[in-house]
């Protein structure tokens, strides 16, 4: 069973974007939830996590401009993500434990 990703676009340096997650099932607040990004030739790269009491981890090049969050009666983890970079461009998938990979949502951020 698949994730599905949803909220990617294009937009301008120093914008904003909000990633979301819906989890299909009932199982959501069990699990930890992660957001990656990939970028052609290049490995998935962890951007960041939540556990299952809200405690959360962030690479180093978003602390500070992105924050996860989960909400578990919707069963959604979102990914808020502002002042984007050009670096910040990727496809962005979310991982929940269990669950198949979604397809991604694709964010570029260009002027």
């Known amino acids: 069973v698949q994730v599905v990703e949803s909220g990617g676009g294009l937009v301008q340096p120093g914008g904003s974007l909000r990633l979301s997650c819906v989890v299909p099932?009932?199982?959501?607040?069990?699990?930890?939830a992660y957001w990656f990004r990939q970028v052609p030739g290049k490995e998935r790269e962890l951007v960041a996590t939540i556990s299952t009491s809200g405690a959360t981890i962030y690479h180093d090049s978003v602390k500070g401009r992105f924050t996860i969050s989960r909400d578990n009666a919707k069963n959604t983890a979102s990914l808020q993500m502002d002042n984007l970079k050009s670096e910040d461009t990727a496809v962005y998938y979310c991982?929940?434990?269990?669950?198949?990979w979604g397809q991604g949502t694709q964010v570029t951020v260009s002027s």
């Open positions: 991982r929940i434990p269990n669950y198949d």
């Open positions: 099932g009932h199982r959501f607040s069990l699990y930890y």
